[in-house]
């Protein structure tokens, strides 16, 4: 079967929580009702585990959206970042670091991530900030996303994929979870 053979829905809360039963708030829960409760709209696609770029590009193209790839980075200091990028871009560390006034970068911890951003490798999203109540992740976006009407993004786990209209993570949810100040990079 192909990974975008499964139907494609939009998601209400009844869709993922029986209504007599008791709600159990996993972390792709939280990040359902999260959006739901600030109204950020949104459409999902459950899958098979992406464990490509390629099939997360299939995926982006039935939703109708950017496909891009959220990087958890670090640097020696132990600041944390993630880079939203396009799905076809390259990530040059060196220019990188040189754009954020950091020094060496590379690719933060699979302990780093799951106890920030409640995820792990293959399912890193923007929607992981919602996590991070101390601000430790500084938010960093490629020029070439802004572009984007709607962009692609797990809901912490590599087995959904949402489609969400940029303006409202940018104007509505990252103000919320009070990461509004994030950093334009050029790659």
Known sequence: MSIVSFI???IKKSDYMSPDSEYTETHE????ATLDKLGVAYQSLHHPAIMTMEEGAEIAQKLGCTSCKSLFLTNKQQEYFMLLLPANKKLKTKELA???GSSHLSFASEKAMENLLC???GAVSILGLIYDKENKVQLLIDKEILESTY??????VNTCSLKIRLEDILKILLPKISHQNFNIVEL
């Not at 829960?29 to 359902?32: D, F, S, W």
């Not at 962009?151 to 912490?156: E, S, T």
């Open 29 to 32: 829960n939280k990040i359902y």
């Open 8 to 10: 494609f829905a939009t």
């Open 98 to 100: 040189g754009q954020i």
């Open 119 to 121: 995820t792990f490798p």
């Open 151 to 156: 962009i692609g993004c797990h809901p912490c």
